[in-house]
């Protein structure tokens, strides 16, 4: 792009950044020769989320060519996440989806680094003059696609920051591809399962875009949220809670099925596809994830679970829960978040359901009086459900068994969603 001075030494990777945000440095724009005269440059990229400036540091660095691999790498995804390659100046910046045009270019040195800002504004006549909707604190190349580490301000769950990972597989980067959500269990985040449930590499292959929620709200200063590990933080039940104390952060339901797709879909519209959307979870994730299905018929249009609590009212876990959440004796609400109940009230809708798949290890301490699988067995067959449970001999209830699993779970999910 642009012309190239004699003056100034060429290096692989400078010429790179050129090419792909469209700018020819030239010594106009600060660089001298002197600062750029090792062939090899690290380069590190940051862009910062406030409204209008985004810092591109270069570094000078004695390098080794494995180095600038690196750095390629790097370059590569910046690239395709945030730049239209090739473009001329003025340079349009595709950073989530909103279209901004960079009003100023400025440099500066100190010590071997070179600092580029890069300040850009609201393309005018843009759709959106607000701010995304998501911090992304970090892109992570993985299985050729991107793992995005988001976070946002959540008005269901009362004001509350909440973090969650997002998966867009490859084929995202060609047009717009389903959609599986993933509910975790109890204590856990939506990392757990990013990180260890083998999810990501069947769904890169498949071309699923995966969700990684939170399990609850986090710093709500709810009543006793942080006395235990099955109560408040961390078990937020897929649930909206209507107990005073609870109402105002406990509404993993509705954040769950409505504000969080809502801004998926707003934000990511051109990778996710609005009506392909499946469920899955593990134990209290895997309740989240039928009680949402047999409570939306339609929504989803996939369903599948790892060692559910499948009846809650019926169980510690759930009892504890619902009693805080709605209220000891608010049981005909309870029922409303209950798999089993739910599933032996379908009527009509239980022969048009889609296969519901799930697994649950013979081995898993919770397995006898926790999780209840029988009973929902027993009442998916008699409402007419098409219900695969599988029992898996030697299996617990940990991430090794649900890893083990997660692709025949992809699958499932693929075959309905791709349809
Ligand atoms: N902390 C509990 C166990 C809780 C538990 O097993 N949580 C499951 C979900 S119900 C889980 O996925 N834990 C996180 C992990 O294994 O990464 C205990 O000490 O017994």
Redesign the pocket.
Known sequence: MGSVTQARPEPPVLSMVEQALGIDFGPALGFHPENLRKPVLRIHIQLSRCACRATIIIFRVTDSATELGIAEEWLTTFCEATYTVGSSTPITHHHHHLQRQVTALSIQQALNCLFLTVHYAEKQGSSSGTMPAFEIAQTIRTFGGKLLKLSHKSAELGGLETKLNLYLPPQAEKGKVPVLFYL?????TGD?CAE?GNFINPASKEGLALVFPDTSPRGAGAPNEEDS??FGTGAGFYIDATSDAYAKHYRMYSYVTKELPELLFKEFGKELDESKVGITG????GHGALTLFLRNPGKYKSVSAF?PIVNPINCQWGQKAFSGYFGAENKSKWSEHDATELISSLGDKAASLPEILIDQGLAD??YPDQLLTKNFEKAAKEAGVKANVRYQDGYD???FF?STFAEEHVKHHAKYLKA
């Open positions: 975790s269990g109890l204590t856990c757990n260890k590990w099955d593990h134990s209290m994730g060692s301490n919770f209830h940990s991430y649900i």
